[in-house]
């Protein structure tokens, strides 16, 4: 007899590069082979959802990596999702898509883009979790640049629009809730001394000067980690399985999977069950009916609001971090101003209270899918930015 346990059933990937066909077909054979169901699949991005050429062409990429995948048939609904599938962004997206999309939306039926950074809650009968996360990667040079690159992208724009930019760390900053799981591209930085990094070596031994140096990962990403603490955190960009055990000073600990890309016979796929008391990724599967539901959540909801001010397209934002040489890490600069922020989040979170408001399943194709007797895809260039 199977036990039946109270949790949701997880798949993790790390980065699908287009191949949608593929990577559901093989959620669908574990689900074949294992005999259960899998509730939710996270992406950990270079998602490439492209919904027809032009999509394709606001991804930054060498040419000879350009390619249609296979999102569209998902967008115009010819194909369908096995399960819900949650992602956030990396440095290869159609990055005009993800941008009309800055505070998270379905990018087609079952498929949920977490926006540039975001918390949302995850609901499946009596289990409930907040997961974070937040897109792109880390490039110090745009790192105090205004959030909004404006359409049409020219020239460098269309690899600013995905370097991840202070605001949203900012914004990560301001939540003080509990967060069970997060999603990054690119590692939060010095993650490899919590794990083995000679096994790492082994598999990647062109890491070592960054691993030497300390600049392996991203200085952001280790300010969120050491913030929020989350449960898990989930990566991928490096192209290697690596696992870490992240203890911090306040007795909770974070365990840390980053995964292959997806590619046969590489690991680039995790699956385990979340239940409100186990929290390990080892593989322990619920078995239950009820529907998987996605939820705002009202302190993200608050920090929002709180922060609209400073998005802006035109003017530079004012700098809010500084790099302290001698810790090595990022430092919020002005603490007043950072309290009066945190002030303004706790009173707008009075207003919202604690009213549960589900994301509503809104998705509507509002450009032509790629049309498949269309041959004049190969040979063709990116237009001139
Ligand atoms: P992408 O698929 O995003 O174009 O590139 C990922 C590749 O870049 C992977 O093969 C990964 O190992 C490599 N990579 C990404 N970030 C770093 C880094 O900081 N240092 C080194 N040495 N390699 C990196
Ligand atoms: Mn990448």
């Not at 289990?127 to 359409?151: A, Q, V, Y």
């Not at 392996?216 to 192209?239: C, I, N």
């Amino acid at each position: 007899m199977i036990e039946q346990i109270e949790g949701i059933n997880i798949a993790v990937e790390g980065c699908f590069h287009g191949n949608f066909d593929e990577i559901f077909g093989t959620i669908r054979e574990i689900e074949k082979q294992k005999k259960i169901k899998i509730d939710l699949l996270l992406v950990c991005g270079d998602v490439q959802t492209h919904r027809n050429k032009h999509d394709m062409f606001n991804m930054a990429c060498p040419i000879k990596y350009l390619s249609m995948g296979t999102f569209y048939k998902y967008y115009e609904g010819k194909e369908a999702a096995p399960c819900l599938t949650i992602f956030i962004g990396g440095n290869h997206e159609a990055s005009n898509y993800l941008r009309e999309m800055y505070f998270g939306g379905w990018v087609a039926p079952n498929i949920y883009y977490l926006g540039d950074s975001n918390v949302i809650q995850i609901k499946k009968g009596n289990t409930t979790f907040r997961l974070g996360g937040t897109s792109g990667i880390f490039k110090i040079f745009d790192f105090n640049n205004p959030k909004l690159e404006p359409f049409p992208f020219k020239s460098e724009q269309l690899r600013n629009v995905y370097h991840t930019k202070q605001i949203d760390l900012f914004k990560l900053s301001l939540y003080e809730g509990e967060v069970n799981m997060f999603l990054s591209h690119d590692w939060p930085q010095q993650i490899h001394q919590h794990g083995s990094t000679k096994e790492l070596l082994k598999k990647k031994q062109n890491f070592e000067a960054d691993i030497k140096s300390g600049r392996l990962g991203s200085q952001p990403h280790k300010f969120t980690l050491e913030r929020l603490q989350p449960d898990f955190w989930f990566a991928a960009h490096m192209h290697v399985k690596f696992e870490a055990l992240v203890k911090h000073k306040t007795g909770r600990q974070t365990k840390f999977l980053a995964l292959d890309k997806c590619i046969a016979g590489r690991d680039f796929i995790q699956v385990f069950t979340y239940t409100k008391d186990k929290k390990d990724l080892y593989e322990q599967y619920a078995y239950n009916e009820e529907p998987i539901e996605l939820f705002y959540d009202s302190e993200w909801l608050s920090i929002v609001h709180t922060t609209y001010k400073l998005l802006t397209i035109w003017d530079k934002i004012p700098k809010l971090f500084e790099y302290n040489p001698v810790l090595k890490e990022l430092q919020i600069m002005k603490k007043d101003k950072y309290e009066e922020f945190l002030n303004e989040k706790r009173e707008r979170m009075k207003i919202f209270g604690n009213h549960q408001l589900k994301i509503p399943h809104n998705f509507e194709v509002t450009t032509p899918p790629y049309d498949e007797q269309d041959n004049t895809i190969k040979g063709l260039v990116p237009p001139k930015r």
